[in-house]
Each structure stands twice: as structure tokens, then as C-alpha cells.
């Protein structure tokens, strides 16, 4: 299989006024509800990337009539919780883990069986953390060895809620074991150890299911129904990230960011630049689609090196490869401890991260949660992505500030979550082909 590179080097500062895709945790679970509720919905604003476009093409699979009157548009004629149907074959989530361990919940309460597969990533991700509590509630599901995909779930057993605190932050996780608690005997309680991203207790509650939510608590009743409503997914800030940190690190640069989506569990990386010095401004602020929105204002800045408040880890989940690369541009060392989730995520991402700096010329101290990126000047040099999206987008940053050709490997997955962000970057001032 052929595969796709960049060549990126430094290019003009950024100008200009930018939208961003939709979010890709919005637009999985958008599908997914509207799938299951009684009526049509409309979905404004998916996310047309490859992984949710495979969880969308997972529902066509399992009965759900699915149309695209236009681009970033889809009309979801749902059949009810109890409608869908048994599929023809394994059910493929691609590289996204937020659909497989989400459908593994939804698919251990079904009749039938089914069988979840993924790409060579997602294929080397640890499911038992959704496993091993769906199995408490009732469900039979088998791994392959390491517990790792395909998923084998048998149907048929009939589900009971249960109590459950997460051993690691996970709304994944969390979001599968309130999907099988929509279908079991009883309530089912999740607790987190730390908040995380809510969107399938607010989006639930827009679908008319009674759920109790608090950060790091959440709990319904097995038994309810989901009423069809209309879905307008913001943009997303995972994606707004890198043109953050870009704006930052390039001299002369501003740019403007669209409406893009403020949901507090995602935005550490927010708060982490401005501690480090960034001037962002957030304007029109408002609300879409239940969730808050602004445009975010962002002015080259000279950053410093922080400590990464551990605290602000689980918010900042995706948002470390761009990180890293502000941290590389910075004044001072920067320090990042409590992130371990980051070795299991599409990529081990800071090991993949860390390599990556080396090879343009900087030191970087690992640990087994962590790193310390000591910043210096980036030379040019070749890069692999791991087939890992957002180091991709994150080293095309990092080129802005490099002295020579960044050469970045097997970009192809960047389509998972952002297609066209070579365009918007390159029309934005980068050096990117
Ligand atoms: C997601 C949750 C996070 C995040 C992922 C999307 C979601 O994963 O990293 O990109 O949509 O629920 P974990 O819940 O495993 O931390």
C-alpha cells in the first residue's frame, strides 16, 4: 500500500479567519443516538473524517437508513432501541477507538452477535478496560490475545446495572457502560476519577433519556427510549489546537477560529498556553448545540516553559502532540507528568513525540507518564507518524519553526479527524506540501 508524506517547512506568518471540522466525539455519538431514538434527526456540522464516517457506515450495516443531503449533513432514520438489526459481517471502526469501545457497549446489550475490527492501530489498543465491566454486567465478550481487538460479543444475555468507578479517566469507557445500561435491569452508576468529557450525558439528556450527571458521576436507568432530535455539532477544538499553537510559534501571526467548541473537559490546552504565555481571545462567545462556542482570537506570543498541571491532563487528552510542540518553541524546559494514556492512544505519543523532536535536534527526557522537552532551535529531518494523526498535524507545526525540510511519513490518517487540513494550513501561511 502506497502511502502518503508531507514536506513542510517554514512558510509566511498565518493569517486569516478559519473554520474548523466538526467534532469527532460529537459527531460518533450523534450518530449513534439518533440510530437508536424513535423519529429522524438531522446532524449538522458532522464530522466527515474516516472515523466517523466508518461508525455512520456501522449503522447502515445494522439496519439504520442514514442519508447525506449535503456534505457535513446527515439524516439519521432511527429505528428505536430495540430495532437494530443483526449484521451481515464484522463491523469495521477503522482507527477510531471512541467508536469500538462505544459500539461495544451498545452491541453487548443487542440479540445478535457481532464482531468489532479495526486498523493496525486501534488493533494494538487495551479494550478489557470496557471489557472486563461490560463482562460485570452481564455481557460475554471475548478478546483477541493481550486484549486487544477484534471484539467477539455474543448477543442475547440479558444485562444488570452495576456500580463501577473507572481505573483510568476514560469517557470511552464510560460512555459504553451507559450505552449497555440504557438495556439492563436497574441502574447503572459510573464514577471517574477524574472528570472527563460529557457529552453523552448531555446528548442523552437531548434525546429525552432521564440521566443524573455530575463531573466524575453519572447514572440512569436501564429501560427508556430515545426521542429523535436534531443534532449541530461544533467545531472542534482538537483540531483548533494545532493552528493554536502554530499562530503562537510563528512570528506575525493571527488568526481567527470559528465558533469553535469550549466544552470545559477539553480545553487544558487553553489554559496550559496561556500559562505558558499565548495571547488568545475568545469572541462572539455563545452556545451551539447545547455545547459552549467562541471564536478564539490567536497572536504570536513569546512562549515560556511550564509545568503541566497534572490536573489539567485529562482535559488536554488530545491535545499533547501539539503541546510538544509549543513546548519545543518555548523559553525553559517543559515538564509533563500523570499522562500515561498517552502511550495507548492512535500511537504511543510520547515516545513517538519525543523521537520526533530528537530528530530535529532536540533533547527530550522521558518517563514512563511523561517527558521534559528541553526547547532549542528545530532542524529539518525526517519524521514517522506511527500512522498517527495528530503527530502528523503536530510535526507540520513544529516545521513552521524549523531551519530546514521537516520530511513527515505516512500522513495518511490525518483524515480520520481532519480532512483538508493541509488546504486550510497551507492557504493559512504554512509550508506544507
Ligand atoms: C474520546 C475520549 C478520549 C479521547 C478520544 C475521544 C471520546 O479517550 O482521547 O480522542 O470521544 O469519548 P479516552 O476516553 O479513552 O480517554
Redesign the pocket.
Known amino acids: 500500500m502506497s502511502t502518503l508524506d508531507w514536506r513542510a517547512r517554514a512558510g509566511t506568518p498565518l493569517r486569516g479567519t478559519l473554520s474548523m471540522p466538526g467534532d ?3 459527531s ?2 450523534a450518530v449513534m443516538f439518533a440510530a437508536l431514538a424513535d423519529g429522524v434527526s438531522q446532524i449538522d456540522g458532522f464530522l466527515e473524517g474516516e472515523d466517523t464516517r466508518a461508525t455512520a457506515a456501522i449503522f447502515a450495516q445494522l439496519g439504520v437508513r442514514i442519508e447525506t443531503p449535503s456534505p457535513s449533513r446527515r439524516v439519521v432514520h432511527g429505528v428505536g432501541i430495540d430495532g437494530l438489526r443483526a449484521p451481515d459481517g464484522p463491523l469495521d471502526c477503522g482507527n477510531a ?2 467508536g469500538m ?2 459500539l461495544a457497549g451498545l452491541l453487548a446489550a443487542q440479540r445478535f452477535d457481532s464482531v468489532l475490527v479495526g486498523d493496525a492501530s486501534l488493533s494494538r489498543r487495551p479494550m478489557r ?1 470496557v471489557t472486563v465491566p461490560l463482562v460485570a454486567m452481564g455481557a460475554r465478550i471475548e478478546t483477541g490475545q493481550g486484549g486487544v481487538p477484534p471484539l467477539r460479543i455474543h448477543g442475547g444475555q440479558s444485562l444488570v446495572g452495576i456500580e463501577h468507578t473507572l481505573e ?8 459504553a457502560l451507559l450505552l449497555a445500561g440504557l438495556y439492563a435491569h436497574g441502574e447503572t452508576v459510573v464514577r471517574e476519577p477524574h472528570p ?2 460529557d ?2 450525558e448531555r446528548m442523552l439528556a437531548a434525546f429525552g433519556v432521564a440521566i443524573d450527571y455530575r463531573p466524575g458521576d453519572a447514572r440512569l436507568r436501564g429501560g427508556q427510549r430515545l426521542r429523535a432530535t436534531d443534532v449541530a455539532v461544533p467545531a472542534d477544538f ?1 483540531s483548533a489546537a494545532f493552528f493554536l499553537v502554530a499562530a503562537s510559534i510563528v512570528p506575525g501571526s493571527e488568526l481567527c477560529l470559528k465558533a469553535v467548541g469550549l466544552n470545559p473537559r477539553r480545553t487544558g490546552l487553553l489554559q496550559a498556553l496561556r500559562m505558558m504565555g499565548a495571547d488568545i481571545t475568545e469572541a462572539c462567545g455563545g452556545m451551539h448545540g447545547g455545547e459552549p462556542v467562541a471564536d478564539l482570537v490567536v497572536r504570536h506570543a513569546p512562549l515560556r516553559g511550564i509545568e503541566v498541571p497534572e490536573a489539567l491532563v ?1 482535559d488536554m ?2 491535545e499533547f502532540p501539539a503541546l510538544f510542540v509549543a513546548a519545543a518553541c518555548a523559553d525553559g524546559p517543559t515538564v509533563v507528568r500523570g499522562a500515561a ?1 498517552l502511550r ?3 500511537s504511543d505519543r510520547l515516545g513517538v513525540m519525543a523521537a520526533g523532536l530528537r530528530t530535529l535536534g532536540l533533547r527530550v527526557d522521558e518517563t514512563p507518564d511523561g517527558a521534559t522537552i528541553h526547547p532549542g532551535a528545530l532542524a529539518g529531518g525526517e519524521i514517522t507518524s506511527q500512522h498517527d494523526h495528530r503527530i502528523a498535524m503536530a510535526f507540520s507545526v513544529a516545521a513552521q519553526r524549523a531551519t530546514g525540510e521537516v520530511l513527515i511519513r505516512d500522513v495518511d490518517t490525518v483524515a480520520t ?1 481532519f480532512p483538508g487540513f493541509a488546504e486550510l494550513a497551507r492557504a493559512a501561511g504554512f509550508g506544507l506540501d
Open positions: 469527532k466525539s460529537v460518533h455519538r477507538g471512541t469501545r462505544l478496560r483510568v479517566a476514560s469517557a470511552q469507557v464510560k460512555s472527563t468529557r457529552y453523552t482538537s485529562p487528552i488530545d494514556e495507548v492512544k492512535e479527524s
